[in-house]
């Protein structure tokens, strides 16, 4: 059945609106161009528009001559104004923009913790209030406010979820209160996130798609062909409560702790750091363990030492050594075996006696694996050495030609070829880099492995301990083994929603994810590959911990457009 006229009038004046909020200014013939539409339909189409006040004369075209075809039409950008909040545990912060996005002004407010509920909302309600009239608003069109928690499907009500500061569920009344005509409207930070990566961010090709949100806390979003899904309840993507292995507990349905939250929450990440001897900031938050993740992984770039996936097969795990060095392990050319980044010793799948190191099942040693730290390191066969015992294990290993797979401390990740030189120079015979807990059948006579400046112990130049080369030698090889070890924990909960949902693609969010940055994502891929068949692409985040303050303006401009281009005998 055909469209009446007055439908097709309304179709083609949101189509016009929506590819100048897209595109920009544009000119009537370029709307023709784009939308397919007549000439005399587009003139039409203009006209209703600029008598609507939505759109107007914003310059003229330099491509085109002088006249009526050379002007250029913009949608009228001060016709709304429009708040989106990021509303934290610690505070808020505000932005007012105008109808097409155009940030105005922008504000961040602390709240303490011991603040009560009313002057805690007080605090957030005149923040908005104060950036609005910054911005020359007079009143405010829409409201967007991205918070932690569950949203009610029912009522678009913020849940009460324990742990939480009882004012984020009063903030939303408040502010309609004190708004009066304003549309306010509450979305889950996670969700708002993902819909901003989508649009914005890393997943702007991707349909189908998983957000995994490290920050202060963890959270994910689930986005399944074009739609976000929030679940019967609201509570899709509550991936901080799930039961995993390696915690001292589990978790409760008021409270996290001993779940996911447990292995990859700020606070988690910090004492990971704190065991691998990394220096971290006083406050953990998500800013903070950012900045932890973000040191480390420029201690590992700088070091030519990126962890990477599998690249060129026929060569060990073992550690791809740099130019001129040999292989750690007999049989280390092996074939099916495979080589990582300069500088990264993963042992795995290689001819019988080659050191396997691979971080598996937290929390659960299988037979033949060494349990450190919550990591169970698994064996291939009866006396195949382990790279990634304790580095006291290795102080035992002084016999002649015997590899060291990378001095690796109790609770640290897979092993780094090209151990500091601090450790290098315990060894007791010259020439040889020591295993840890690796047999003198492991390897070959005058194996080694060394990673880009960091000499043999015994040799000539070599770095003694407690020199500048030694100490940075020493912080980047801990620096790696953090970075192993954290991406271990993240595969954990990432494997599990990718065994459910098979998303082809994770996002790692928040502060964290963006700081981590490719080398993180690909560190995770790789795990993921290995326990799991489904092929899954792991990317970092573009838009970090800004996306829920920008998806926040998104959701509220596109509220605001959809109520005021609506045809008028909808409204």
């Known amino acids: 059945m055909p469209a009446s006229p007055s439908t097709a009038r309304a179709i083609n004046d949101r189509l016009a609106l929506r590819l100048l909020q897209q ?9 023709k161009q784009l939308t397919g539409l007549s000439r005399p339909t587009v003139a039409d189409l203009v006209e209703r528009l600029t008598a609507a006040g939505l759109i107007t004369v914003v310059g003229e075209s330099g491509e085109q001559r002088r006249g009526p075809n050379a002007r250029l039409y913009g949608i009228v950008a001060d016709r709304a104004h429009l708040a989106a909040l990021d509303v934290r545990t610690g505070g808020v912060v505000v932005l007012v923009s105008d109808l097409v996005g155009r940030v105005l002004a922008e504000a961040s407010v602390p709240i303490g913790g011991d603040t009560g509920t009313g002057p805690a909302v007080e605090q957030a309600v005149a923040a908005v209030e104060r950036t609005a009239k910054e911005a020359g608003a007079d009143r405010l069109h829409t409201v967007g406010i991205g918070a932690p928690g569950l949203i009610d499907p029912a009522t678009g009500d913020l849940r009460d979820s324990g742990g939480l500061p009882a004012w984020h569920r009063s903030l939303a009344t408040a502010l309609q209160d004190r708004l009066p005509g304003a549309r306010v409207t509450v979305e889950n930070e996670t969700n708002l996130a ?14 189908t798609f998983v957000l995994l949100w490290l920050g202060h806390g963890v959270g994910a979003a689930v986005v399944l062909d074009g739609t976000l899904r929030r679940g019967a309840s609201g509570g899709t993507g509550e991936i901080g409560f799930l039961p995993v292995p390696g915690t001292a507990s589990l978790p409760s349905a008021r409270d996290c702790d001993g779940g996911f939250h447990s292995l990859a929450g700020a606070s988690a990440i910090g004492a990971l750091a704190a065991e691998h001897g990394l220096p971290i900031p006083p406050a953990m938050d998500g800013p903070g363990a950012a900045a932890v993740v973000e040191r480390a992984v420029g201690e590992t770039e700088n070091a030519g030492a990126v962890p990477s996936g ?8 073992a550690g791809a050594v740099a130019p001129g060095a040999e292989a750690v392990a007999a049989g280390a050319g092996a074939p099916g075996a495979e080589a990582v980044a300069p500088g990264v010793a993963r042992a795995e799948a290689v001819a019988p006696g080659v050191a396997r190191a691979e971080a598996l099942d937290l929390g659960a040693a299988t037979p033949g694996g060494k349990h450190v730290e919550g990591v169970a390191w698994r064996g291939v066969t009866p006396g195949v050495a382990r790279a990634g015992e304790a580095a006291s294990d290795a102080a035992r290993a002084g016999t002649p ?12 990740g897979p092993a780094w070829a090209g151990e500091a030189a601090s450790g290098a120079d315990r060894a007791e015979t010259p020439g040889a880099l020591r295993s840890e807990g690796v047999a003198p059948a492991v390897a070959t006579p005058g194996s080694e492995a060394v990673a880009p400046g960091v000499a043999r112990a015994g040799t000539p130049g070599a770095a003694r301990a407690g020199t500048p080369g030694a100490a940075r030698a020493d912080g980047q ?30 996002v790692l969010g928040g502060e964290v994810g963006q700081a981590g ?3 993180l994502a690909g560190l995770v891929e790789d795990r993921l590959s290995r326990m799991s068949p489904l092929v899954t692409e792991v990317r970092a985040s573009t838009l970090g911990g800004a996306a829920v303050l920008r998806g926040a303006l998104l959701t509220a401009r596109d509220r605001a457009q959809d109520d005021l281009f609506a045809p008028p005998d909808r409204t």
Do not use: K, M, W
């Not at 595109?23 to 709307?31: F, K, V, Y």
């Not at 993902?194 to 349909?207: F, K, S």
């Not at 620096?479 to 693609?505: E, K, M, N, T, Y």
């Open 477 to 506: 090889r801990r620096a790696g083994a953090f970075l192993h070890a954290l991406a271990d924990r993240i595969a954990v909960g990432a494997a599990s929603v990718v065994a459910v949902l098979d998303p082809g693609c994770v």
């Open 517 to 519: 940055g490719p080398v």
């Open 194 to 207: 993902a819909l901003a990566e989508q649009r914005e961010g890393a997943a702007r090709d991707r349909d």
């Open 401 to 412: 030609g015997v590899a060291r797979a990378g001095a690796v401390d109790l609770g640290t």
């Open 23 to 31: 595109e920009g200014p544009l000119t009537a013939g370029q709307l």
């Open 310 to 317: 599998a690249v060129a097969s026929g060569a060990a795990r």
